[in-house]
Structure formats: structure tokens, C-alpha cells
């Protein structure tokens, strides 16, 4: 019998590329959490799903369109199959679940399980061997049939793995919400209908929530004829007495948050944010944060080596890299950015230069995240490099496969890195991964984030490109009203606007605006600091690692947790 303090539950969780069970953010920010959790000995587990099929293979056409194949995989190269196995009853049908482990070791030599849920087995139906093919894929009953999957799957599963004694089930966003409806279900030995508040309370004590999503539509709804289909008519209206439904409808949101004694935003403006919108509710904020050792290039991990022993055990030790002297930061970039044009080379044939500003931009492709705001105005980005000097802009990132908008970003770029060939040099690299990722945010010169306002929930690949030494320039957003301090550790692209004004997202005017103060910050503050001042552009890259690398970090992230999302009192099954 075991008695962890967490069982942690999330749609995706991201431990590497080799097993492509993540679409982004969430994901990583997953796989994060539990990598410092092993690291710190919290005592913790992972709940997921096996997607056997990934999200997708990201593949660029001669005209900049993206094109979806399946991942291909082998889940037994990476993951231990397990024999365990529970049902669950899914559309009327008893769903045979299986689970395959990965356990994660940390610095100090403890150990996370995280455990991957699987219908693919030879007792299902093809229907029901498919729930768990693909990450984020099909019509609204297969959504919630995978979520059925990890919400009343999951808990059944780590009794029967042996782990009996939960004292928080940590549900990290909407897709987890029916692991309470499973808790409460057991207690009331399926009679949810019947519930008391008092076996509601008892349910809260033993449950917290993370919201990712400032956004309404981000929102996982399901109306009430996919309610009943996927989970019964009975549940259907115990779900309803209780009250824990959105006017009939079934907000995995509200859901979660109905159910949780505990509940954040994942920075504080999202808190804000995420108030404004469910004023019903109590929701505090815990900034996220990376996992240090996971994102730091080789050799800026060979630079803290040197002067600030056991990093790895202890984050806070990068408060103190405004010690180590400028041209160390300046000698492990370049050797960081020499590996980034090097897998630009070996990819695309186009040698980039060293010597040369670069910017980084990376992120889902999706409308408000504005990936193309800085091509958006190519003459007067001619005009900043004919002043200023020049500059390379290196892309990724994936649009989902039904968000048009999104691809249609990606083309955008991807046109306009052709109109600026021979002014500017802009590449977009294809399949965005934690691979990709981590040479990107330690080898470009500047990271740029602009999304519009307040839309970002939290970002963290600006947080990994600090620890390795590299500036973000930034809408004040997200993490980053939290990081920036103007001309220390970045540079801002407008004003704080702060959470209650919401601008528009594809407004022209909104953009035109943005795009123009981003275009003068380049040209007015940045530019010239890379190319006129360099020891104080580096002390800038050391004040991002002192500054922010050392404080959003996952360790301090899962610190919080623990101090004030776990040690509350909790109940007990039964």
C-alpha cells in the first residue's frame, strides 16, 4: 500500500518526443510537474492516456500549409506494460482499461510513476479500441468518452495498482473533472443522485483544480444528449440534482471547480482573469514554472556547473548568476546558438549567421497568439533592419488540425518569410516538439510573445528561454507582468493594460498598433543594445537568469502546491 500525497491527472503529459502523448503547453507543463515532484520526493503519481496515434506529425508543403500524418510509434519501445486492468462503463458498454507505466527519477534518486491509460485491447470493440488513438481528435462523444476514460477510469486504476491512500487528486484543467464524479460514485456505491452535502464536501476536501484557459470557448462543453450517451442516463441526472452542471450543459470547467476544495489560475493575472469570469467560485493563482535541468542547453547546465553548485537540487541557486561574469553568459550562448543554426542547416539547407540578431518565435499557431504580428508590416520591417542592422527570425510551432484560423497563420508566415527573402531571413522549422523546443529557447538571441491581451493564461517557453540567458520581448500578459522589469530582464511591447480590459482578438487597429510599437522597441531599444552595446545586452540575458530563471521554476511551482493546494484536511474513501 502506498501513500502518495497527489495523484496527479492530466489529459497530456509530455516526458520526451519519443513518447508523443502531448500537444503542447499543457502537456509540458505536465510532464514538469511530475519531473519536480520526483526531484523535491513528493511523494506523487501520474495519471494520463496512451495515445496511440499522438497528435500529429507536422509536415510543411512547398506553400507553407501544414499537413497532419499520425504519429507512428511503438508504446512497448518506451513504456512497461502493465496487466492490470478495470471497466468502466462508456455509452452503455463496459470499457475494458489497461495501464502502461514510465517512472521518473529525480536528482535525488526518488521516483513518480505516471501511468498511461489504454483501450486498445482485444477485449473492446474497434469503437471502443479507438478512444484512446488520438490526443484532442473527433466529434464531442469521443472527447468525452476519452475524458471518461482518465476521470473514471483513473482513480479505479490506482486502486488497483495499489495506491489506496490519496490524500489530493490534483485534476490539471477541465479534461480530468469527472475524477471527483468517479470519488463520489464509489462512496455512494453509484447512487451519485443521492448525494449529501456532506459527501460533497467530502469530495472537495480531497480534490484541487488548475484552470489553463482565459478564453470562454477553451472551455470543454458537452450538451445534454452527449451527457447521457457517453455516461448514462442515470449519472446524467445525478450530475443535474447536484447542481454542478451550466445551465443543462455539461462545462468540464464548472465541473472541476464545483468538485474542488481548491482551485488557481496558473499566473496572476490569470487569477484575475479567471475570477471575472466564474465570480461563483474562489480561485487563487500559482504562477507555473519549468523544469530547470529538463530546459537548460547543455552548455549554459555546464556554465551553472561551474559557479553555482547543485543548481539542480536547489533553483534558487541561479538567484546568484549575477556573479558570474559576462563573457561566460556571452561564450555558452553562442555555443547554444551555434547548435540552433546547425539544426536550421541540417533541416533546411539555409546557413544563418551567428553574428546576427535573432529572434525566436514559438508557440501553437492559433489567432491570438498574432505569430505573424512581426512579418505583418514587411516594409517597415525593411526599414528597421536598413537602420538598425539585420535580423532572422526562426518559427515553429503547430495549428491544430481543425483550427483554420490557425493554419492559415502559418501560411501567413510562411508567405511573408518569401516577400522578405534577401531583407530578412525568416525560417519556420517543422514539427514542434521538447526537442526542437529546447534548442530554440537557448539559441535564439531575443524570445517574442505577443498575443493579445489578456488572453495568454500563463506561457512557459519564455521562462525556459531566461534560464538559459535569453530576454523576452513581450506583451504584458501572462507570466511575463509577473517577469518583467523594463530594460533588466526584457522589454515590453505596449502597456499593462492589466485583467479587465479584454481587447478583441483580429481586431486590425488592435494589431496595427501593437505591430508598430513592437517595430519601435526593435529598432529604438533592442537592436541598437545587440549591436551597439553588447556587455550591456548580455547583462540583460544574466538579469533574465538571476531575475526569472530562478524563480519560475517547477520546483517553486510544485512548492506551492504542496504548502497550499495539499495540506489541507483532507477525507477518506468509504
Same mark, same amino acid.
Given at each position: 500500500?502506498?501513500?502518495?500525497?497527489?495523484?496527479?491527472f492530466s489529459?497530456?503529459?509530455?516526458?520526451?518526443?519519443?513518447v508523443?502523448?502531448?500537444s503542447?503547453?499543457?502537456?509540458v507543463l505536465?510532464?514538469?510537474?511530475?519531473?519536480?515532484?520526483?526531484?523535491?520526493?513528493?511523494?506523487?503519481?501520474?495519471?494520463?492516456?496512451?495515445?496511440?496515434?499522438?497528435?500529429?506529425?507536422q509536415?510543411?508543403?512547398?506553400?507553407?500549409?501544414?499537413?497532419?500524418?499520425?504519429?507512428?510509434w511503438?508504446?512497448?519501445d518506451?513504456?512497461?506494460?502493465?496487466?492490470t486492468?478495470?471497466?468502466?462503463?462508456?455509452?452503455?458498454?463496459?470499457?475494458?482499461?489497461g495501464?502502461?507505466?514510465?517512472?521518473l527519477?529525480?536528482?535525488?534518486?526518488?521516483?513518480?510513476?505516471?501511468?498511461?491509460?489504454?483501450?486498445?485491447?482485444?477485449e473492446?470493440?474497434?469503437t471502443?479500441? +479507438?478512444?484512446? *488513438? /488520438?490526443?484532442?481528435a473527433?466529434?464531442? $462523444? %469521443?472527447? &468525452?468518452?476519452? #475524458?471518461?476514460?482518465? !476521470? @473514471?477510469?483513473?482513480?479505479?486504476?490506482?486502486?488497483?495498482?495499489?495506491?489506496?491512500?490519496?490524500?489530493?487528486?490534483?485534476?490539471?484543467?477541465g479534461h480530468a473533472?469527472?475524477?471527483?464524479?468517479?470519488?463520489?460514485?464509489?462512496?455512494?456505491?453509484?447512487m451519485?443522485?443521492?448525494?449529501?452535502?456532506?459527501?460533497?464536501?467530502?469530495v472537495?476536501?480531497?480534490c484541487?483544480?488548475t484552470?489553463?484557459?482565459?478564453?470562454? +470557448?477553451g472551455? *470543454? /462543453?458537452?450538451?445534454?444528449?452527449?451527457? $447521457? %450517451?457517453? &455516461?448514462?442516463p #442515470?449519472?446524467?441526472? !445525478? @450530475?443535474?440534482?447536484?447542481?454542478?452542471l451550466?445551465?443543462?450543459?455539461?462545462?468540464?470547467t464548472?465541473?472541476?471547480?464545483?468538485?474542488?476544495?481548491?482551485?488557481?489560475g496558473v499566473?496572476?493575472?490569470?487569477?484575475?482573469?479567471?475570477?471575472?469570469?466564474?465570480?461563483?467560485?474562489?480561485?487563487?493563482?500559482?504562477?507555473n514554472?519549468?523544469?530547470?535541468?529538463?530546459?537548460?542547453?547543455?552548455?549554459?547546465?555546464?556554465?551553472?556547473?561551474r559557479h553555482?553548485?547543485?543548481?539542480?537540487?536547489?533553483?534558487?541557486? &541561479?538567484?546568484?548568476?549575477?556573479?558570474?561574469? @559576462?563573457?561566460?553568459?556571452?561564450?555558452?550562448h553562442a555555443?547554444?546558438?551555434?547548435?540552433?543554426?546547425?539544426?536550421?542547416?541540417r533541416?533546411?539547407?539555409?546557413?544563418?549567421?551567428p553574428?546576427?540578431?535573432?529572434?525566436?518565435?514559438?508557440r501553437r499557431?492559433?489567432?491570438?497568439?498574432?505569430?505573424?504580428?512581426?512579418?505583418?508590416?514587411?516594409?517597415?520591417?525593411?526599414?528597421?533592419?536598413?537602420?538598425?542592422?539585420p535580423?532572422?527570425v526562426?518559427y515553429?510551432?503547430?495549428?491544430?488540425?481543425?483550427?483554420?484560423?490557425?493554419?492559415?497563420l502559418?501560411?501567413?508566415?510562411n508567405?511573408?518569410?518569401?516577400?522578405l527573402?534577401?531583407?530578412?531571413?525568416?525560417?519556420?522549422?517543422?514539427?514542434?516538439?521538447?526537442?526542437?523546443?529546447?534548442?530554440?529557447?537557448?539559441?535564439?538571441?531575443?524570445?517574442?510573445?505577443?498575443?493579445v491581451?489578456p488572453?495568454?493564461?500563463?506561457?512557459?517557453?519564455?521562462?525556459k528561454?531566461?534560464?538559459?540567458?535569453?530576454?523576452?520581448?513581450?506583451?504584458?500578459?501572462?507570466?511575463?507582468?509577473?517577469?518583467?522589469?523594463?530594460?533588466?530582464?526584457?522589454?515590453a511591447?505596449?502597456?499593462?493594460?492589466g485583467?479587465?480590459?479584454?481587447?478583441?482578438?483580429?481586431?486590425?487597429?488592435?494589431?496595427?498598433?501593437?505591430?508598430?510599437?513592437?517595430?519601435?522597441?526593435?529598432?529604438?531599444v533592442?537592436?541598437?543594445?545587440?549591436?551597439?552595446?553588447?556587455?550591456?545586452f548580455t547583462?540583460?540575458?544574466?538579469?533574465a537568469?538571476?531575475?526569472?530563471?530562478?524563480?519560475?521554476?517547477?520546483?517553486?511551482?510544485?512548492?506551492?502546491?504542496?504548502?497550499?493546494?495539499?495540506?489541507?484536511?483532507?477525507g477518506?474513501?468509504?
Amino acid at each position: 500500500m502506498h501513500a502518495e500525497t497527489v495523484a496527479y491527472f492530466s489529459m497530456e503529459v509530455a516526458l520526451d518526443d519519443e513518447v508523443p502523448t502531448f500537444s503542447g503547453g499543457l502537456g509540458v507543463l505536465a510532464g514538469d510537474f511530475l519531473r519536480a515532484a520526483s526531484d523535491m520526493g513528493v511523494p506523487a503519481v501520474g495519471v494520463t492516456l496512451l495515445y496511440h496515434q499522438g497528435f500529429f506529425r507536422q509536415e510543411l508543403d512547398a506553400a507553407g500549409r501544414q499537413i497532419e500524418h499520425p504519429v507512428r510509434w511503438i508504446p512497448a519501445d518506451r513504456l512497461e506494460r502493465l496487466d492490470t486492468r478495470v471497466k468502466v462503463v462508456i455509452g452503455g458498454r463496459p470499457v475494458v482499461v489497461g495501464v502502461w507505466r514510465r517512472v521518473l527519477t529525480g536528482v535525488g534518486g526518488s521516483t513518480v510513476a505516471v501511468y498511461f491509460l489504454d483501450t486498445q485491447l482485444s477485449e473492446n470493440s474497434s469503437t471502443d479500441q +479507438a478512444i484512446t *488513438d /488520438r490526443l484532442y481528435a473527433g466529434p464531442p $462523444v %469521443e472527447r &468525452l468518452s476519452q #475524458e471518461a476514460v482518465l !476521470g @473514471l477510469a483513473g482513480p479505479a486504476m490506482l486502486r488497483e495498482l495499489g495506491h489506496g491512500e490519496i490524500a489530493t487528486y490534483h485534476l490539471n484543467e477541465g479534461h480530468a473533472s469527472l475524477v471527483p464524479v468517479a470519488l463520489l460514485s464509489d462512496r455512494l456505491g453509484g447512487m451519485v443522485a443521492d448525494a449529501s452535502s456532506a459527501d460533497i464536501e467530502s469530495v472537495r476536501a480531497r480534490c484541487a483544480f488548475t484552470t489553463h484557459t482565459p478564453v470562454p +470557448a477553451g472551455h *470543454d /462543453r458537452f450538451d445534454p444528449q452527449v451527457m $447521457v %450517451e457517453v &455516461l448514462g442516463p #442515470e449519472l446524467a441526472v !445525478g @450530475l443535474t440534482r447536484i447542481g454542478c452542471l451550466e445551465h443543462g450543459t455539461l462545462n468540464m470547467t464548472v465541473l472541476g471547480m464545483f468538485f474542488s476544495g481548491f482551485v488557481n489560475g496558473v499566473a496572476q493575472r490569470h487569477g484575475e482573469v479567471s475570477r471575472a469570469m466564474f465570480p461563483r467560485y474562489r480561485i487563487d493563482a500559482i504562477t507555473n514554472g519549468v523544469h530547470v535541468s529538463t530546459w537548460v542547453a547543455p552548455s549554459t547546465a555546464r556554465l551553472f556547473d561551474r559557479h553555482l553548485p547543485r543548481w539542480r537540487e536547489h533553483n534558487t541557486m &541561479l538567484r546568484y548568476a549575477g556573479g558570474i561574469p @559576462l563573457e561566460e553568459i556571452r561564450t555558452a550562448h553562442a555555443e547554444a546558438k551555434q547548435v540552433l543554426l546547425g539544426e536550421v542547416a541540417r533541416r533546411l539547407g539555409v546557413s544563418l549567421d551567428p553574428e546576427v540578431l535573432t529572434i525566436g518565435v514559438a508557440r501553437r499557431a492559433t489567432p491570438y497568439k498574432r505569430n505573424d504580428l512581426l512579418l505583418s508590416r514587411p516594409d517597415a520591417l525593411r526599414a528597421l533592419v536598413e537602420r538598425v542592422g539585420p535580423l532572422q527570425v526562426v518559427y515553429a510551432g503547430k495549428a491544430h488540425p481543425s483550427d483554420r484560423p490557425g493554419k492559415a497563420l502559418i501560411e501567413h508566415v510562411n508567405a511573408a518569410a518569401k516577400e522578405l527573402a534577401g531583407d530578412v531571413t525568416v525560417v519556420y522549422l517543422e514539427d514542434y516538439g521538447m526537442s526542437l523546443a529546447a534548442l530554440l529557447v537557448a539559441g535564439v538571441d531575443v524570445w517574442l510573445n505577443n498575443p493579445v491581451a489578456p488572453h495568454e493564461a500563463s506561457g512557459t517557453s519564455g521562462m525556459k528561454a531566461a534560464l538559459n540567458g535569453v530576454p523576452s520581448l513581450s506583451v504584458l500578459d501572462g507570466w511575463w507582468v509577473e517577469g518583467h522589469i523594463e530594460g533588466v530582464t526584457g522589454w515590453a511591447i505596449g502597456a499593462d493594460l492589466g485583467a479587465a480590459v479584454t481587447l478583441p482578438i483580429g481586431d486590425a487597429v488592435v494589431d496595427a498598433a501593437d505591430g508598430a510599437e513592437l517595430d519601435r522597441v526593435l529598432a529604438e531599444v533592442v537592436a541598437p543594445l545587440y549591436y551597439g552595446r553588447p556587455d550591456d545586452f548580455t547583462a540583460v540575458c544574466r538579469f533574465a537568469i538571476a531575475l526569472n530563471g530562478s524563480f519560475f521554476t517547477a520546483q517553486r511551482m510544485v512548492g506551492e502546491y504542496v504548502d497550499r493546494a495539499y495540506r489541507r484536511s483532507g477525507g477518506s474513501d468509504g
